[in-house]
C-alpha cells in the first residue's frame, strides 16, 4: 500500500516562504512526483512537478518563486516557496505517479499566506 505524507504548511506572511515535504511509503516505483493546490472555491491544480530525469514543469503563476527538488534514496520531495502570496492559499497536494501510470496523492496540507 503506497503512502504519500505531507508536511511543512502552515500561516506565512506575504513575501515569506514555506518549505514543503512529501515523504512516500511503500513499494512502488515513482516516475514523477509534484505539487497540486486547490484553493476554496477552485479546482485542483498543478504547481510543480519533477520526474526521475530531472525535468520540471511549474505553472506559470509560481516561476521564478517556487522550487521543486527531490531526494530519490527517501522518495521524498520538497517545494520551497518564496514571494509568497495571499493568492498562493490553498490546500497542497502531493502527488506521485509511478511507471504503471497509478497515481497516489497525499492528504493535503494547508498553506496560508496573511498579514
Known amino acids: 500500500q503506497v503512502q504519500l505524507v505531507e508536511s511543512g504548511g502552515g500561516l506565512v506572511q506575504p513575501g515569506g516562504s514555506l518549505r514543503l515535504s512529501c515523504e512516500g511509503f511503500g513499494s512502488f516505483r515513482i516516475y514523477v512526483m509534484g505539487w497540486y493546490r486547490q484553493a476554496p472555491g477552485k479546482q485542483r491544480g498543478l504547481v510543480a512537478q519533477?520526474?526521475?530525469?530531472?525535468?520540471?514543469n511549474y505553472a506559470d503563476s509560481v516561476k521564478g518563486r517556487f522550487t521543486i527538488s527531490r531526494d530519490n534514496t527517501k522518495n521524498t520531495v520538497y517545494l520551497q516557496m518564496n514571494s509568497l502570496k495571499p493568492e498562493d492559499t490553498a490546500v497542497y497536494y502531493c502527488h506521485g505517479g509511478d511507471y504503471n501510470r497509478m497515481n497516489y496523492w497525499g492528504k493535503g496540507t494547508l498553506v496560508t499566506v496573511s498579514s
Open positions: 519533477l520526474t526521475t530525469e530531472g525535468l520540471t
